[in-house]
């Protein structure tokens, strides 16, 4: 069940370190990646959350762990009010149905060797107890939803351009009737000219389906497009949350002023100043004391690299880590 205010997942405290260790007959720790470092968030259901920041911000982790890829070091992901690494049989099993996700790549995240109503149906054709005919049934109803030709469900991906192959992992998504997508950089490896049909797909899906969408993409035109709440990661650590139009009109942390000043303007016509950040980001190994963008950040105080700043309110609903507010 929802939660009277709507929420549909909750993250709390949530840590998820990677041990880096040496030597192959006698190992020994020489420290943790601090992929994921304490955060917290929630999505409401029906909403958009977009997550950005740079390769290596730990975002993909955090997918990672609500796709239970990844157990957490600490913290809690709740869903529908319940720990989602508590689940257990038929829980765990509803919560697998009830969050899907699209990756990346449609050229690696579809077998090879299987035809389409296989790959389409492969998330519930066991626990649905789909025989054959039933199978196809039910893939060619889903390649209906998502645009594609019913008759395609015998061909294999490679017959496929790349962006129907990702429209058939969007059906994969859609055949165990999910409530929330975790869609992992859903566009970035298709054609420009392509990118936008599958952002209104997903958005036209989002509607019919009544879906809550959590998008993760490092292109901050895909997220603003699509997402009605932004959250910025830096080095492990979420650094700006808010909605989306508030965030892109006037981020706060420096960190979000030059990641939006070096994205591409929203209309060709605005006027940008680009702001240059220096250095190369620090290691998750050994990441800088208080705040993690302290090496970097142009603003930076004598205070900035004692205690972490804490993520807090300064508007209505947008929050900012950072010691200038
Ligand atoms: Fe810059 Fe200090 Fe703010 Fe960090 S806390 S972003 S170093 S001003």
């Known amino acids: 069940m929802t939660s009277s205010d709507g929420v549909l997942l909750s993250v709390r405290g949530l840590k998820k370190y990677f041990p880096v260790v040496k030597g192959v007959m006698f190992k020994h720790l020489l420290g943790n990646v601090q992929a994921v470092d304490d955060i917290n968030f929630t999505v409401r259901e029906g909403q958009t959350f977009g997550l950005v920041g740079e390769s290596g911000c730990g975002k993909t982790t955090v997918s990672r762990l609500i796709l239970m890829i990844e157990k957490p070091t600490e913290g809690v992901i709740e869903f529908e009010g319940k720990d989602i690494n508590k689940l257990q049989g038929a829980g765990l099993l509803e919560y697998r149905k009830r969050v899907q996700p699209v990756f990346q790549d449609p050229y690696s995240s579809l077998s090879p060797r299987m ?93 019919q389906f ?42 706060l942390h420096p960190y979000t002023q030059a990641l939006l000043s070096s994205a591409l303007p929203y209309h060709p016509d605005a006027e940008k100043k680009k702001l240059i950040i220096s250095g190369e980001i620090p290691s998750p190994l050994n990441p800088p004391l208080g705040c993690r963008f302290h090496t970097r950040c142009p603003h930076v105080m004598p205070h900035c690299s004692g205690e972490r700043p804490v993520l807090k309110e300064v508007e209505p609903e947008h929050y900012v880590a950072c010691y200038l507010y």
Request: net charge neutral; with cysteine; glycine share 6%.
């Open 210 to 251: 009544g879906l809550t969408l959590f998008i993760i993409a490092h292109d901050l035109g895909v997220v603003r497009y699509m997402s009605e709440t932004i959250c910025v990661m830096y080095l492990g650590h979420i650094v700006e949350m808010g909605p989306s139009e508030k965030v892109y009109s006037k981020p």
């Open 115 to 207: 035809q389409v109503w296989e790959i389409v149906t492969e998330p519930v054709i066991v626990t649905e107890k789909l025989n054959t005919a039933k199978a196809k049934e039910r893939a060619a109803q889903l390649m209906e939803t998502v645009g594609l030709s019913p008759y395609m469900i015998d061909r294999y991906p490679h017959q496929f351009s790349g962006g129907q192959r990702q429209r058939v992992a969007i059906a994969r998504a859609l055949s165990s009737n999910p409530k929330f997508l975790v869609l992992d950089e859903p566009v970035s490896a298709l054609d420009v000219s392509i990118r936008a049909q599958i952002m209104n797909l997903l958005k036209d899906l989002q509607k």
